[in-house]
Each structure stands twice: as C-alpha cells, then as structure tokens.
C-alpha cells in the first residue's frame, strides 16, 4: 500500500516493531512487488541480528545504537560478504533466489555493491565520536535519531531543547562537511525543515500518515 502511495522505501522495523523474521520475509516481498525498496531495522548492533534481517531479502538496514567507529566497522562487516566478515555466506536464501540465482561469486559482488548500510547516531557517545565513525568505509547513510539523543542528554522526548537541538545541527553539519548522506525522521509540519539541513533519508511513522488522513476526516463528521 506504501509503495502504490508513491513512498520510495519502507522501514520494516524489528528494533521497536513487533515483526518477526516471517513478517520482514514477506513484506520485503510485498515492496519487491510494488517497486519500493525495504530497509529493516534490526533488534539490535548485534551481527546476528543484522544478519538475520539481511538474510530476509531486504535491500540494507538501519542500525540502532553505533556510538563508536568500531560499533560502525562492525555493522558494515555484518552487511558485506568478504574477508573477515561477520556476516555468513549461505546458498538457499532468498537474496540469492534460493540458490537458483546468479553463481555464489556474482551473486556476493552484487549484494556488496547494492547493500545499503544505515548506522544511527542517537547517543551523546555517538555524537562525541562521530568524526571517528564518519571515517569507516562503507557506510551510506549516518541518521541522527533525535528521540534516544535527547534522552541520551537528559531531555527524554524533547529534541528540540536547546543542548539537542544543537548537538543535533553540529553533527549535521560534520556529516555534511565529510560529503556523507545525513538522515533524520520528520513529520508533515518538520519535513521542511528537515529538508534545509541538507537530509535525504527521511521517514516518518506509520501512525503519523494515518493520523494526517484521520483528523481531517473526523473533522467533517
């Protein structure tokens, strides 16, 4: 339905989500159907989880909690096929069309190319050692995730109190001064705003899309 709504990807998150392996399975296949691109968010920074997620067909991931440069190597290795990866190689799952696909080297080169890797940013540690996790090779996308940053910072549920807010603008501006890709959540009334700081991976909740339909809806009964 998101995809014929004209989104360009989904987020299926396993982090706060209730879905199982089953459900990311089957819904990565419904955005394979509907020409969208499903990004899953892990339980956690764990390589199990990523792979886990990873062996489900998804085109990448968004990983929780990367506070420090070794955090982000580590979540690159759980993505990537290679020397000393952390992500295992098996014939039979889905991204390798069960096996009945492209030969096991092809196959591998393809999935390194095309594998999108997220890494959040939403610890006062994280936001203390970016530089250093800016600097590992493979990451496409850095997102801030102001809710856990401002609770990181004492200010639970409020970004927009002025220690976050400016945590949140600098570490913008050091994702952008490297030429990486910055991301962030936003709603109907932010997305403007997250625009003009230079953000091009940007979703919103589920239940907020609902509700932007909904009020104006319930309004004219």
């Not at 196959?107 to 540690?125: D, K, R, Y």
């Not at 625009?195 to 339909?213: D, E, F, S």
Request: glycine share 10%; proline share 7%.
């Amino acid at each position: 339905m998101l995809g014929h709504a004209g989104f360009d990807w989904v987020l299926l998150d396993c982090e706060h989500g209730s879905l199982s392996l089953h459900d990311v399975e089957i819904m990565a296949m419904a955005a394979d159907a509907a020409g969208i691109t499903a990004i899953a968010r892990p339980r956690s920074n764990n390589p199990a989880d990523i792979q886990s997620v990873m062996d489900r067909g998804v085109a990448g991931v968004q990983i929780p909690h990367v506070n420090t440069a070794e955090d982000a190597s580590r979540a690159v290795q759980s993505v990537k096929f290679g020397p000393g990866a952390a992500r295992g190689l098996a014939a039979g799952t889905r991204p390798d069309r069960w096996g009945l696909g492209a030969h096991m080297p092809d196959f591998t080169a393809q999935a390194n190319a095309t594998s999108l890797v997220c890494v959040q940013i939403e610890h006062q540690e994280a936001v203390a050692n970016i530089d250093e996790i800016l600097a590992v090779e493979g990451i496409d996308v850095f997102f801030i995730g102001p809710s856990d940053l401002s609770q990181s910072m004492g200010h639970p549920g409020n970004p927009k109190a002025p220690p976050v807010a400016a945590a949140i603008a600098e570490t913008l501006a050091r994702i952008r001064a490297a030429g990486k890709t910055p991301g962030m959540p936003a709603t109907t009334e932010t997305l403007p705003e997250v625009l003009a700081t230079g953000c091009r991976y940007i979703y919103t909740h589920l239940p907020r899309v609902l509700a932007a339909g909904a009020q104006p809806f319930l309004a004219g009964r």
